[in-house]
């Protein structure tokens, strides 16, 4: 498990670094271009506060619920319109808003009022006068206003009635003791009757104090008052730095998510002949590289390059893997379309007939059939007019000469290409007949290599049916688009029918890998020496790490340099 997180590690780091640096250089470069913010904030108290005319504590808690009320004031619409016309800003009412932060703090009745702006002298005003408007809709409004004269009146009006009070009680209480001192019946009942109505008096006094104290306390604990105004806003801290490392640390992340998606889907496909051989339990005979350009054929086009090379190595496992029986007909075939299995067999056709082969390839695809485009010749006929014409109990020679009409020259001496023919509605019928297998022994005793292209295995049963017939049979994956279980799947359909599979080639290889993964060991690197004389001697296309193990396994003393 370590040694995968190891690989894993290996395989991504510069896409994990790229991705951290990058996202952190774009960062820093957006929070470069960003101006510089001012903060102003202005304080406020809501309610008594320390002026107030003996505070409690429910006069507290009651400012302390009014301050959510003037923190949702000041973010109102109204509000908002009238700072910026008192200013006459270039804002709007919902710019404002984006620039105001209202923070009430119930436990200290003060109400802060916080604007960030990118201009220092705006933001100062912005503060104070939102402070002022909110003063200005609160009872306390200012100090000449009506409702200062009305609060101070009500403290008159207040102590007149206490006073009033007062001396009620003490005419209430003469009263009482003139009642004591006379006997008189008719002097008492008049006392009594004073006394009474004192008591009214008294009692109405009272009422009326009591609705002077509830509105003048009511006045008071709704009181607003500024307590700090903003004297200038002070640019805020630079934030680059902290925004640059959010910044990596998403690029970092980014990055593992990705490397962990194609690792993801890398578990899907085949990549490497470890791979290969841990599902199909087959040798990967060669690693092909990308094949570029219109023509496909890279054995004729660039016969001295790597991947020309590669398909010699092709055809020398093939020949050493079957030294007891010769493999005279190779079936070509991949799980599913698209993995170059025709260009593979078109290829490995080229390398047999220029190590001197008489070689045969037919395309035996009856569906979608390519070697004719990948020749450039024409496919009126082919494998299906011959099967029409081909009779089992036909001498060779009119067999030969029936061959002879259909099969085409290359451009390549030694090998001729059988093209599809005509498509038919019963490939699989047909590629199974009788007559398919006779035509097959005998095209085998013509020519020294028959090389099939066979529909995938997956896509119809016509390479299953094929390989029956055939000497030994070859798979073909894509590196990085072969799926392991349709590579498995086809292996596992071929061995059902008793298949010859000979191995697998793996295209789309990475150069780099061709070079070192396909064709080294511990001590000795892939090279491609210079032919020698004999044109089919074992230097002409093999490398020499194979030669090394070729020759170990077959016992022969080591070749002199």
């Not at 306390?140 to 009146?153: H, I, L, M, N, Y």
Request: glycine letters at 4%; aromatic letters at 4%.
């Amino acid at each position: 498990m370590e040694q995968r997180y190891f690989s894993f590690i290996r395989r991504w780091l510069w896409l994990i670094v790229l991705a951290t640096v990058g996202a952190g250089a774009i960062t820093f470069w957006i929070s470069s271009l960003q101006p510089l913010t001012y903060e102003a904030s202005t304080r406020l108290i809501i309610g008594p506060g320390i002026e107030g005319l003996n505070p409690d504590e429910k006069d507290i808690q009651t400012g302390g619920r009014l301050m959510q009320t003037y923190a949702e004031l000041a973010t109102t619409r109204k509000v908002l319109q009238t700072v910026v016309d008192n200013l006459d800003l270039e804002l709007t009412a919902d710019e404002l808003d984006k620039l105001l932060t209202v923070r009430p703090t119930t436990e200290t009745q003060f109400l802060t009022i916080i604007v960030q702006d990118s201009e220092q002298v705006r933001a100062t005003n912005i503060a104070n006068t939102l402070a002022e408007e909110l003063v200005r809709l609160s009872p306390t409004g200012d100090s000449e206003s009506g409702a200062a004269v009305v609060r101070a009146q009500m403290r008159e009006q207040t102590l007149q009635i206490e006073e009033n009070i007062a001396n009620i009680e003490a005419g209430i209480a003469q009263l009482e003791a003139d009642l004591e001192a006379t006997e008189d019946i008719e002097n008492r009942r008049s006392i009594n009757d004073q006394i009474a109505l004192e008591r009214e008096r008294l009692s109405g006094a009272h009422a009326t104090l009591a609705l002077l104290y509830d509105s003048l306390q009511q006045a008071i604990t709704n009181q607003v008052q500024i307590v700090e105004s903003a004297i200038t806003a002070d640019p805020l801290p630079s934030q680059t730095q902290l925004s640059v490392l959010m910044g990596a640390i998403a690029g970092l992340i980014i990055g593992v998510i990705i490397a962990l998606t194609f690792e993801f889907l890398d578990d899907f496909t085949v990549r490497t002949s470890e791979h290969i051989e841990s599902l199909t339990n087959l040798p990967t005979l060669a690693g092909i590289s990308e094949i570029k350009g219109e023509d496909k054929l890279i054995a004729i086009s660039d016969p001295r390059s790597p991947t020309a090379e590669a398909f010699r190595a092709l055809r020398t496992s093939i020949q050493f893997s079957s030294v007891d029986t010769p493999s005279h007909s190779i079936l070509v075939t991949s799980s599913i379309p698209g993995e170059g299995r025709s260009t593979t067999a078109a290829n490995l056709a080229v390398v047999m007939a220029q190590a001197g082969h008489n070689v045969l390839l037919v395309d035996a695809d009856l569906r979608r059939p390519n070697q004719h485009h990948l020749f450039n010749v024409p496919a009126s006929l082919g494998l299906t007019s011959l099967l029409l014409e081909f009779d089992a109990t036909q001498e060779d020679e009119e067999v030969e000469t029936l061959v002879d009409d259909v099969v085409q020259v290359t451009r390549i001496e030694g090998l001729q290409l059988l093209t599809s023919g005509p498509i038919p509605p019963n490939p699989s019928e047909l590629l199974g007949s009788s007559k398919m297998m006779a035509l097959l022994s005998k095209l085998a005793s013509q020519y020294d290599f028959v090389i099939l292209d066979s529909p995938a295995v997956l896509l119809a049963t016509d390479a299953a049916v094929l390989s029956v017939h055939t000497d030994a049979t070859l798979l073909v994956a894509w590196a990085g688009k072969s799926r392991k279980v349709n590579l498995q799947q086809a292996a596992e359909q071929l061995r059902e029918v008793n298949a010859n599979l000979m191995g697998c080639v793996l295209n789309r290889v990475a150069a780099k890998d061709v070079h070192t993964r396909y064709y080294q060991d511990d001590s000795v690197a892939y090279e491609t020496e210079p032919k020698e004389k004999s044109r089919f001697g074992m230097r002409n296309f093999l490398p020499r790490i194979q030669r090394i193990e070729l020759r170990k396994r077959f016992g022969m003393p080591p070749a002199k340099n």
